[in-house]
């Protein structure tokens, strides 16, 4: 069957965050200094919501200055700007888009970090970000949701609308969570001495494949 798009993961895979402030866990800190207890869900609430910051707080009841929430978009506008390119998946995106390949990024993340995904990849043909759909990886709905754009049903390899490849560097999300729903899954090390590590290798891989 026919390779007809490709999926990356973002953060790991297509982007660095070069300046770590962890500015979501200074804020679920913040409410663990006044009493509140944090919970599993916490998390599950960042990723799956269009949250700012103040919001996010307003949400997760946390209690928080004005004069902190200020230094914690701070934190936050530091961190965004230090996102940066892998300089293999800037090389390996446009030489399957010139192939004729549809491109997607799929990704757990909180809502700030989506804009500056699509500022680095704005030629991508869709995004599936999971503040955006809803869900995290590896949940079945957030890989439908990015094939749908697509155009590429996933588990179905024997109709006429091709099938996908995923890549990323967690083997949990990017290639079991892939698989399990038909998306060839394929972990990313970046390691020289790994199977698969680097882009360039697996963008000379596809295309091999489609000769």
């Not at 961190?79 to 940066?84: Q, R, V, Y």
């Not at 949701?145 to 109709?159: E, N, Q, W």
Request: net charge neutral; proline share 5%; charged share 20%.
């Amino acid at each position: 069957m026919k390779i007809v798009a490709v999926i990356f993961d973002a953060f790991g895979t297509l982007v660095r965050i070069q300046r770590r402030t962890n500015p979501f866990r200074s804020l679920l800190l913040e409410g663990r200094k006044h009493g509140r207890r944090a919970s599993a869900g916490d998390l599950k609430v960042l990723m799956t919501q269009p949250l700012s910051l103040e919001v996010a707080a307003e949400q997760l009841r946390i209690q928080v200055s004005d004069a902190r929430l200020q230094q914690l978009q701070t934190l936050l506008d530091e961190e965004l700007d230090s996102i940066a390119a892998f300089p293999d998946g800037l090389s390996a995106v446009a030489a399957l888009q010139q192939a004729g390949l549809k491109i997607g990024i799929c990704s757990n993340l909180a809502a700030p970090y989506g804009e500056s995904v699509r500022r680095l990849f704005p030629t991508v043909n869709a995004t599936g970000f999971s503040y955006e759909v809803g869900a995290t990886k590896p949940c079945p709905l957030i890989y439908e949701s990015i094939c749908a754009d697509l155009g590429v049903t996933p588990g179905h390899f024997f109709d006429d609308t091709g099938i996908a490849v995923m890549i990323g560097d967690s083997l949990w999300c990017d290639c079991y969570g892939a698989r399990a729903v038909g998306i060839n899954g394929v972990h990313l090390q970046r390691s020289p001495d790994k199977p698969m590590p680097d882009l360039h290798t697996f963008s000379r891989l596809v295309l091999d494949q489609l000769g």
